[in-house]
């Protein structure tokens, strides 16, 4: 699984390198140095070729670095978690803490990554056009920088996932239907698009085209997909998916006597309640901390979690979902009016998605 790797660290967020970039980059440098239209291939000294060359292919990953990191900028604006940004052959991507559903949000943290792209086309252009005055001979090294600069602001902009457009498109049906919907019809708009340029490819015989189409059409059909998971979910409440027969445990329980009731009532995480008050969560995580001989004298109220994660019996099913994995956890508390009502875990929603959803 160590297809990328880790170079540093930016504003705290780890970058890394995918392998298809660490291949690609030494590709663009020596076309660099080859091509007299697209790089230094007419530079007489060969030491000066190379050097341009290689800046060049530098200047090059740090204009898609500069992309990504506005697009990350924006996200921790809004209170978005960043934990990393891995660096792509075709740009990058952002893993985030929690998915953007809100429209507005999402549509300023996508666009500003190509509109960076763009600002940096226009000041290379600009250093091209000022040096070309001027006469000097480099400005043909920022015209070329300028140049993929604007490739990229086009490219990320075509309204397909998983291009930056296609979010764009996404966010801006999202604020007129569900987003749900918004994103079936951006997946289907990107793939008629995928095969428009797909056929286009094939008529003007241009490789890059048909390679490009088909890299569309299937990053297209992967978030319909991701997105499809939630729809049988659409329309349902918490209610109507959680167990309401809740089994609370004392916070003065210790480890092992917890762990007998684990064993008995085959649930992993029980709410800690006390008098009927909530206290906290407590799972077989907190219990696997704590080392079997010691589980004799330790007590729930010790290890339990007592920042709790719930939800309400009227909040959409969907929630549940992505709440528990964005927090990357088994189950939920339901609460109404401070009242422990109920309790969702994993397994029921994945029961859910099979008794609506009837297709997976
Ligand atoms: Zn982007």
Known sequence: MKSSIEIGKIIGIPIKL??????????????????????????????????????????????????????????????SKVDSITLFLFGGVSSMGEMPRNPVFEFKMTIVGPLTSLALGIVFLGIDQILSVLGDNLYYFFGILGIINV????????????????????????GRMSYIEATRKAV??????????????????????????????????????????????????ISDLMSKEVISVPPSMNLNELVDVMFERKHMGYPVMENGNLLGIVTFTDVRRVPSQKRGEVVVEEVMTKNIISLHPEDPAEKALQL???????????????????IVSRTDIVRSIQIFGGKL
């Open 151 to 174: 490739v990229l602001f086009v490219f990320n902009m075509i309204p397909a996932f998983p291009m930056d457009g296609g979010r764009v498109l996404r966010a801006w049906l999202a």
């Open 18 to 79: 995918h392998i298809t970039l660490l291949l690609v980059l030494p590709l663009f440098a020596y076309i660099f140095s080859m091509s007299e239209q697209f790089g230094f291939g007419g530079v007489p000294s060969q030491s000066l070729r190379y050097a341009l060359s290689i800046t060049a292919t530098l200047l090059l990953f740090l204009s898609i670095l500069l992309h990504e990191l506005a697009h990350s900028a924006v996200a921790i604006h809004y209170g």
């Open 188 to 237: 289907s708009i990107g793939q008629m698009l995928a095969i428009g340029m797909g056929i286009l490819g094939l008529l003007i015989i241009n490789p890059w085209l048909i390679l490009i189409a088909f890299f569309v059409y299937i990053g297209a059909a992967e978030e319909g997909k991701a997105t499809e998971m939630s729809v049988p979910l659409e329309g349902l409440k």
């Open 324 to 342: 528990l994995f964005t927090h990357n956890i088994g189950r939920l508390l339901v609460l109404s009016e401070q009242r422990l009502t109920g």
